[in-house]
């Protein structure tokens, strides 16, 4: 392939990645100011500024089309990442709950939480994506790291599935649920640092063993 060719297709590439981008940023904004069952995509499409057509090629079904979305937020570095080195229980917790606080205040997320728990009595596939592609993984991530530390010994862990709810929960309870249930509530970097420490520091006092 000559270089006018590489550079046509690096250029054609780059043109879908950007029209996906613009569909996506569209797609966010009427989920979240008008609800799941009220967009359609041929909404999305206009206020994207791409032919339906286009919008098709990415994304077939509404239900494809929010999935995107979920993707593009949740299914990161940060959920895949690897498990934290091995030695020190407290520092590889940090890690796992920083990331995990750090899904919890991606841009839009709280707005998709509220949509996805208004809409999901009618669409349960909504609950389904949420799960599957916020919490999960970041619960296996979780559970892997206390088995691995639990069979070193460093923990001692019987249910590292139920700990692994534990420690998230307790981030969760500070970080997530109050900015759902109240609107505007801002948490900084600071209280999440802290609310991450403390829930480590209780943790740790439960399970590790050193």
Same mark, same amino acid.
């Given at each position: ?87 020190? %229980? ?19 997320? &709280? ?12 669409? %349960? ?31 001692? #862990? ?12 307790? #981030?969760?309870? &500070? ?16 209280? &999440? ?18």
């Amino acid at each position: 392939m000559d270089e006018a060719e590489t550079g046509l297709a690096g250029y054609r590439a780059r043109l879908v990645r950007e029209k996906r981008a613009a569909i996506l940023d569209a797609a966010v904004t009427l989920f979240v100011n008008q609800g799941y069952a009220r967009t359609t995509l041929e909404q999305a499409a206009r206020q994207a500024g791409v032919s339906t057509g286009t919008l098709f090629k990415h994304f077939p079904t509404k239900a494809a089309l929010f999935g995107g979305i979920m993707a593009r937020i949740w299914d990161g570095e940060h959920a895949a990442a690897a498990l934290p080195a091995p030695g020190d %229980p407290r520092t590889g917790l940090a890690i796992i709950g920083t990331d995990y606080a750090r899904l919890l205040r991606a841009p839009h997320v &709280v707005g998709l939480f509220r949509v996805i728990l208004a809409e999901a009595p009618r669409f %349960p596939e909504l609950g389904q994506e949420l799960y599957a592609r916020g919490k999960k993984p970041y619960l296996d991530r979780l559970e892997a790291y206390l088995a691995a530390e639990t069979a070193a010994g460093r923990v001692a #862990i019987a249910d590292p599935a139920l700990a692994a709810r534990q420690l998230l929960g307790m #981030i969760n309870d &500070v970080i997530f649920w109050p900015r759902l249930l109240i609107v505007d509530l801002m948490i900084d970097d600071a209280e &999440v640092a802290r609310v991450v420490a403390e829930a480590v520091d209780t943790f740790a006092a439960r399970y590790v063993t050193g």
